[in-house]
C-alpha cells in the first residue's frame, strides 16, 4: 500500500542550496565582531536564509498534536488516559505551557487532533484530522494498520502545505498523548539498535518498578510486532503512534515545501526521524529545539544529525521547547541585518578579517 501524496512529497524534496548559505557566512564574516564570535547564532541565520531565501519571518506557527495510545493500558504513565482531551481543551483556552511560551516568541498555536478517544463535538478552532479513538496496544499487536499510518503521515504533509500557502515563515512541531514516550522510546530502539533500557526513560515522572515495567512492555512489543528499520512507515504503525506520524508528515511537508521546521522534544524527535528515515535530506531542514531530560532523545538526535538548540532539562513536550528556539532564530536572523559591516560601520579589521 502506497500514498500518492507521500510518493509526491518524498519527490519535491530536495538539499538545502550550499552557495547561498555560504554567501550568508561570508557576509557574517564581514560584520563588525571576531569572525564566529555570534556561535551558533550564525549557523541558525545562515541555515535559515539558505533554505528560505528569507532573512526575515513574517509568521510562525506551532502544530501540537494529539493522540491517545492504546498501550496506556499497560500503567506506563503516572497520568491517567483522560488527561489527552482534558489538555487539548486547555491548549485551546490557552492556557497551557505551550501557549505561554507561544505567546512569547510571537507564535501561533494550532491544536490538532490526531487521535485523541474523545468526541469534542466540533470544537472551535481545534483541527480534526483524527483517525481513531487512539492507537491499538501494541503490547498484543500493530499500533495501527499501514493506512492508518499513511493517514496519519498525509495529515501532516497538508497541514504544512496549507500553511506554507498561508504565508507561514517557520514551523514548530509539538505534541500531547499519555503515554507517548512508550511508543517514542520504541521508535528510538528500532532505528538505532540500542537495547530498549538505553532508550526509555521515565515520561510523566514514574518511579523504578513502573519504569521496568515500561521497559519490559517496550521490549514485547517489538519481538512481537517485529518493526522493519528499513521500511519507516512499517515502523510507525507498528511501534508508533498517531500524533508522531502528523508530526512525521509536518515535517516532510516543510522541507519538501523549502520551510524550516522546530522540531520540540522526544515525541517530536521521533516523528522527526520517522521523516528522515523517508528521505534523507529532511534532516537539513530540521532546527532541533532542545535537549530533553528522556535518556533516548539523544540517539534520536544523533540518528537525525542535528544538534539541540538549547538544554534547559526540559520534559514538557506541547512544542514548548520548539517556541523558546524560534526565538532564537528570530534573533539570528535580526543580527544578520542589522550588524553593520566593517567597511558600513569604518571600523578597522582585525587581523582574523
Known amino acids: 500500500m502506497s500514498s500518492a501524496i507521500l510518493t509526491r512529497t518524498l519527490a519535491a524534496i530536495s538539499s538545502v542550496d550550499l552557495e ?3 554567501a550568508v557566512q561570508a557576509r557574517l564574516d564581514r560584520q563588525t ?3 564566529g564570535s555570534l556561535g551558533r547564532l550564525e549557523e541558525f541565520a545562515r541555515r535559515f536564509v539558505a ?13 501540537t498534536f494529539a493522540g491517545d495510545h492504546g498501550v496506556a493500558a499497560e ?15 486547555n491548549f485551546l483556552a490557552g492556557g497551557a505551557g505551550v501557549n505561554a511560551l507561544a505567546r512569547h516568541a510571537g507564535a501561533e498555536v494550532r491544536v490538532v487532533d490526531m487521535g485523541v478517544d474523545h468526541d469534542f463535538g466540533g470544537l472551535p478552532g481545534l483541527i480534526d484530522r483524527k483517525i481513531a479513538c487512539g492507537t491499538a496496544n501494541f503490547r498484543s499487536g500493530p499500533a495501527m494498520s499501514r493506512a492508518q499510518a499513511l493517514t496519519a503521515l498525509e495529515a501532516g504533509i497538508t497541514l504544512a502545505e496549507a500553511a506554507v500557502d498561508a504565508g507561514i515563515d517557520l514551523l514548530g512541531t509539538g505534541d500531547m498523548g499519555i503515554a507517548n514516550t512508550t511508543p517514542s522510546a520504541a521508535i528510538a530502539a528500532v532505528f538505532s539498535g540500542l537495547p530498549v533500557a538505553q532508550v526509555t526513560h521515565r515520561g510523566t515522572g514514574i518511579d523504578d518498578k513502573a519504569l521496568a515495567h515500561k521497559i519490559a512492555v517496550i521490549e514485547e512489543a517489538l519481538r512481537i510486532n517485529q ?4 521500511d519507516p512507515v512499517d515502523v510507525l504503525a507498528k511501534v508508533g503512534g498517531f500524533e508522531i506520524g502528523g508530526i512525521a508528515g509536518l515535517v516532510l511537508g516543510c522541507a519538501a515545501r523549502s520551510v524550516p521546521v522546530v522540531v520540540d522534544g522526544f ?5 522527526a526521524l520517522i521523516a528522515c528515515e523517508l528521505h534523507p535530506q ?23 544529525g542535528q544538534q539541540p538548540i538549547l538544554d534547559l532539562h526540559m520534559r514538557l513536550g506541547e512544542g514548548t521547547g520548539a517556541a523558546l528556539a524560534m ?3 528570530e534573533a539570528a536572523l535580526r543580527g544578520l541585518r542589522e550588524i553593520a559591516t566593517f567597511d558600513q560601520a569604518g571600523v578597522s579589521r582585525g587581523s582574523d578579517q
Open 327 to 329: 526565538s532564537l532564530i
Open 282 to 304: 529532511v534532516r537539513e531542514y530540521i532546527f532541533a529545539a532542545h535537549r530533553s531530560v528522556e535518556v533516548g532523545h539523544a540517539a534520536l538526535l544523533e540518528r537525525i
Open 227 to 230: 518493526p522493519n528499520p528499513q
Open 20 to 22: 547561498r548559505m555560504a
Open 267 to 271: 515525541i517530536s524527535t521521533a516523528g
Open 75 to 89: 500503567g506506563v504513565s503516572a497520568f491517567p488516559r483522560e488527561v489527552t482531551p482534558q489538555m487539548v481543551y
Open 51 to 63: 533554505i528560505t531565501g528569507r532573512e526575515t519571518i513574517r509568521r510562525k506557527e506551532i502544530y
Open 33 to 35: 565582531k571576531p569572525r
